[in-house]
């Protein structure tokens, strides 16, 4: 399977192979006629794609076979399909060109979080976590921590929980009243319940949202796991309330549905380190599509544009020697 990426695409380049469908919709134009508008991805990135005048059925969220151009449209690139189908059985296709992954092997980050959990000084609390562990089971390694945004990856959820564990070790150091294991523990817990928010595939790939995702959202899911844990293994009654505040408030604001703010040090510090690790993941993954000097189009969910630095002096100038030689 030999196709170009996306990101590497410029005006004019034709296509023909496979892209993931992340999102697709049949809409109406002004002249009346119908199309589909979708959202198309493969490792690298994604791009907005129309495919014009047909009355065909968006397709499914995964992977389909493309022919198509690159165009631009108010000056952003935009994807013309001319021609899709399903992928089948027989197709060729190597997803690792198509679905974006962790840069972790998954069992690594898993021992990892399981290597942390082990270092609980609290015996309740260590028995709660690995339990709720337990029950996340084998979805733990491949599932993503999003469908688009930040962590929507093979192993996503594992990416941003070890991203954030580390972090907050670092935190502690400097801070060293905060409860450790508590926080460690609120990292661990704080977005499993993702795993029956998102239905997922064994590559990662979100389908759409479940009913319980729908109607009550990970981080109900989440507190209701830790109640349950909490009343088979007889936690004691404040720890299994204070873990309960932090997922449900490790959103922070009520538009972003935390129905309470963290009242506590350590929920706090979970709201922030939440926040650290999701706006580091999607500021660095928009800043790799474009080159150095250029500012990206606005990104939605930071509301606003990035800009990407040129190469500080000592690394410029390093890269000029090696031009010379």
């Excluded at 034709?14 to 490792?43: C, E, S």
């Excluded at 060109?97 to 399981?114: G, K, N, R, T």
């Excluded at 599509?289 to 939605?300: E, K, L």
């Amino acid at each position: 399977m030999s196709q170009p990426k996306l990101s590497e695409m410029r005006k004019n380049d034709g296509f023909d192979g496979f892209l993931l469908v992340r999102a697709a919709a049949q809409r109406t134009g002004q002249n009346g006629k119908t199309y589909l508008d979708m959202t198309l991805a493969d490792v690298s990135g994604d791009v907005n794609a129309k495919m014009w005048d047909t009355a065909m059925n968006p397709p499914a969220p995964g992977p389909i076979r493309v022919r198509g151009t690159m165009l631009e449209y108010n000056g952003k690139p935009q994807f013309r399909v001319d021609r899709l189908r399903p992928a089948a059985p027989g197709d060729d296709i190597d997803m690792s060109l198509l679905v974006p992954a962790a840069p972790e092997p998954p069992q690594d980050m898993l021992d990892f979080v399981l290597n942390r959990v082990d270092a609980i000084a609290d015996r309740e609390l260590k028995a709660l976590v690995l339990l709720l562990l337990e029950e996340a089971g084998e979805a733990l390694l491949y599932y993503p921590a999003a469908q688009k945004l930040h962590h929507a990856e093979r192993s996503g959820l594992l990416h941003h929980i070890t991203g954030m564990l580390r972090a907050a070790g670092a935190i502690c150091a400097v801070y060293p009243a905060l409860d450790a294991d508590l926080l460690a523990a609120g990292v661990v817990l704080h977005d499993l319940g993702k795993i029956r928010e998102m239905a997922s595939d064994a590559m990662g790939l979100v389908s759409e949202y479940t009913t319980e995702g729908l109607l009550l959202g990970h981080l109900v899911e989440g507190a209701a796991a830790v109640a349950r844990a909490g009343e088979a293994l007889g936690t004691r009654k404040e720890l299994v309330v204070m873990l309960q505040h932090m997922l449900i408030s490790h959103h922070d604001l009520p538009e972003y549905g935390s129905p309470r703010r963290p009242m506590f040090p350590e929920a706090e510090v979970l709201h922030i380190l939440d926040l650290l690790d999701a706006r580091m993941f999607e500021m660095t993954h928009a800043l790799d599509q474009i080159a150095p000097g250029a500012f990206t189009d606005r990104i939605w969910s930071l509301d606003r544009k990035l800009y990407r630095r040129q190469a500080p002096a000592a690394q410029a100038g390093a890269e000029n020697v090696e031009d010379e030689m």
